[in-house]
């Protein structure tokens, strides 16, 4: 099993909706969550960290976390094309109290209809 | 300047040759992290420096590739002999201090290796 799985998509939404955005990982024990957008034929960039359980918001991005389901959310409400880009999970591993080594998903390519 | 910046931006090496590629991270930055994205997937670490010390090199797939970072501050990361699968896109990245939780992380745009 991989330790972070996304569905890979691709996820295509129309202009205004709610584009939702799902992640599992597999170590329990985890404490940081990260969303990352990743445009094509660009670099990693973060959009979203999470700590807690319950959600946090930052404009129009809404993340999700549920350490007992072991599942992390990005919503994205009010969609615009701009947005259209894969969205990578990442979460770092947790070997030996280590903090720095990021495990990312597969990503979801997102697509946003005008 | 600002960003985490990567050299060449492009390279195309003929099966068996030696290749290095360069990160210039964001200045200051203690970290630098070297990741491995194939077509299609998400990056996969390959090793850590903390200042000019590997502290992590368990991602490297074989010998051949070897990363250094004499100086604490730029990083090459080189692979010899070349193989087809190989070919990726090889991202640096580079963050204030040691842990994940509260620091982000910048990226570089990547250096693109296609092996004929």
Known sequence: QKEVEQNSGPLSVPEGAIASLNCTYSDRGSQSFFWYRQYSGKSPELIMSIYSNGDKEDGRFTAQLNKASQYVSLLIRDSQPSDSATYLCAVPLNSGGSNYKLTFGKGTLLTVNP | GAGV???????????????????????????????????????????????????????LPSDRFFAERPEGSVSTLKIQRTQQEDSAVYLCASSLRLSVSGNTIYFGEGSWLTVV
Do not use: M
């Open chain 2, 5 to 59: 910046s990567q050299s060449p931006r492009y390279k195309v090496a003929k099966r068996g040759q030696d290749v290095a590629l360069r990160c210039d991270p964001i200045s200051g930055h203690v970290s630098l992290f070297w990741y491995q994205q194939a077509l299609g997937q998400g990056p996969e670490f390959l090793t850590y420096f903390q200042n000019e010390a590997q502290l992590d090199k368990s991602g």
